[in-house]
């Protein structure tokens, strides 16, 4: 058996060590998916359905475009749906309704636990609040 190895030629085995790595980074690239950073190729240049949705959606996935929730009228489900607000914050939004009688605006969200600057500039958009 070792005397068919020996006849194989130093070009052969360059040869079949190019095709071993070839195929184990084949098997590798499909197993694992792309390396972070690479670039794909979609093959039109023209954005795909996936991407054009993805541009139509809004940062609150939850929401239709341009709808606002009033904070004097929401009811849990309508606050969860706001981005970063689960069922915590959205229960201590309605417990700080209650306690206050109503909102008289949105900034006064800030005085509920665990909703500071950040949060708020990300909901301001989506919420609204009449007396």
Excluded at 51 to 58: D, F, R
């Amino acid at each position: 058996m070792a005397g068919k190895f020996a006849k194989i030629s130093r070009l052969e085995w360059v040869t079949l060590l190019l095709t071993a790595c070839f195929a184990a980074g084949t098997l590798l690239w499909f197993h694992f998916g792309p390396p972070p950073g690479a670039v794909t190729f979609t093959g039109t240049g023209e954005p795909t359905a996936a991407e054009q949705q993805a541009e139509q959606t809004p940062e609150a996935p939850g929401l239709l475009e341009g709808e606002r929730i009033d904070l004097n009228t929401a009811t849990l489900s309508d606050l969860t749906r706001l981005p970063g607000i689960g069922e915590k914050k959205g229960q201590a939004i309605l417990d700080k309704r209650t306690e206050l009688g109503g909102f008289q605006s949105v900034d006064q969200l800030l005085e509920v636990r665990g909703i500071g600057e950040g949060i708020l500039a990300r909901i301001s958009p989506y919420v609204t609040v009449t007396p």
